[in-house]
């Protein structure tokens, strides 16, 4: 079953039938339900899909930082050749607070996020927790530390670097302090950059140069980027590879330019419908998906997106489960539209 484009080199990095279950006090929800993704080095995948599909937490769990409820199971297995004592292990099998993710958090797999402020401490400057990241991961010496720690500041575009080395946090605007975290997340040379939404709360300006300095630091440095987005603008701009994740599933995979040229999803189709264009008419309204996304609480097995697609086939896709469908050893879909369960009808 192909699920992913194909690639001669072995993953940097595999999530397999990855869930995550929460107990909530009217059910067991079903956050996270049989995810699968491979990552690949140099390479940007893009996770995209509307608010609460479950993105957040599908990336967390790969640095396992999801909060106590979430009772996790697949496999995530981290395949670098410079960590040989991990390599092939699955990372879910690690304690969470123990030494071993520990030494690849932060230093071999970092995360940024829509919010620098959960990065950063309000109480100690920017240029010292820096520091502080380097000497925890690479190299004890203080001064080295400094110097590297300017480097990345000097490198993510931020200019006075002694002066601004010693702010808090409080006294950068918030395109400056995503910068800095990114210098921080960098600073250790990641071989996998996780970017949970990192342009949200940005305006379009500082948005685009945010992602070309990720770009460009991915080219010098040739890490991997799980890049989580709700915007396929930005998908279109970064990605290589695309999965579109719906209610805790992933409803279609493919390269990038085969998702917004031959989307097959009615909510890939959807999410493309509803994004704006260029130089488009902009006193049309957009169309967007009717409906929200719904919590995936005790859901019998059935199409999650049944209740907002207008292709719906009832009695089939809100009687089963939706298996994977191989439009081609590139592209993925999960869909009745395209299986052979669509009685007396044409695919
Ligand atoms: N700690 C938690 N307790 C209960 N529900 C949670 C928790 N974290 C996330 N969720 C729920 O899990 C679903 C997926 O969340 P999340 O991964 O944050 O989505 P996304 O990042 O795609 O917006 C949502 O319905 C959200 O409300
Ligand atoms: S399986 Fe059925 S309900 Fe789900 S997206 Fe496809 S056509 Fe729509
Ligand atoms: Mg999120």
Redesign the pocket.
């Known amino acids: 079953m192909a699920t992913q484009a194909v690639h001669k080199e072995q993953p940097l990095l595999s999530v397999q039938d990855l869930k ?1 279950r ?1 107990q ?1 006090e009217n059910g067991v ?1 079903n ?2 339900d049989g995810v699968d993704f491979n990552i690949y080095k140099g390479k940007t995948l893009g996770l995209v ?12 769990s790969i640095i396992s930082i ?2 106590k ?2 009772e996790t199971s697949g496999t995530i297995t981290y395949n670098s050749d410079s960590e040989l004592a991990l390599h092939g292990m699955n990372l879910l099998s690690l304690k969470p607070t123990g030494k071993q993710i520990r030494s690849i958090r932060g230093r071999k797999i970092s995360m940024i996020f829509q919010e620098p402020m959960t990065a950063f401490s309000p109480m100690y400057t920017i240029g010292n927790q820096i520091m502080e990241a380097i000497r925890i991961h690479q190299t004890k010496n203080k001064k080295e530390a400094k110097k590297i720690a300017l480097e990345m500041l000097s490198k993510v575009g931020i200019s006075d670097q002694a002066k601004r080395f010693d702010q808090y946090p409080h006294e950068f605007s918030g395109g400056m302090r995503q910068r800095a975290m990114i210098s921080m997340a960098l600073s250790c040379n990641p071989e996998i950059l996780i970017a ?2 990192p342009t949200t709360a940005l305006d379009v300006t500082i948005q685009a140069q945010v992602l070309e300095l990720m770009k460009s630091l991915q080219a010098e440095f040739g890490m991997a980027i799980l890049l ?1 987005t ?1 915007d396929l603008g930005i998908i279109a701009e970064m990605c290589d590879e695309v999965a579109v ?1 719906y209610l ?1 599933r992933i409803v279609e995979q493919a390269p990038m330019r085969e998702i917004f040229n031959n989307p097959k999803h009615p909510y890939t189709k959807g999410l493309l419908k509803s994004m704006p264009r260029l130089g488009g008419n902009k006193s049309k309204r957009l169309d967007s998906i009717e409906g929200s ?1 719904p ?2 609480i005790n859901m019998p097995p059935m199409c999650g997106f049944y209740d907002r697609c207008k292709d719906r086939i009832e009695g089939v896709c809100n009687q089963q489960a939706v298996p994977k469908t191989a439009i081609s050893d590139q592209h993925m879909v999960r869909c009745f539209l395209y299986t052979d369960q669509r009685e007396g009808e044409a695919q």
């Not at 899909?49 to 967390?60: A, F, I, N």
């Open positions: 995550i929460i909530m929800m956050a996270v899909g509307e608010s609460g599909c479950g993105k957040s937490l599908t990336s967390r999801n909060p409820e979430c949970d939404e989580v709700h994740m805790g996304v919590m995936p």
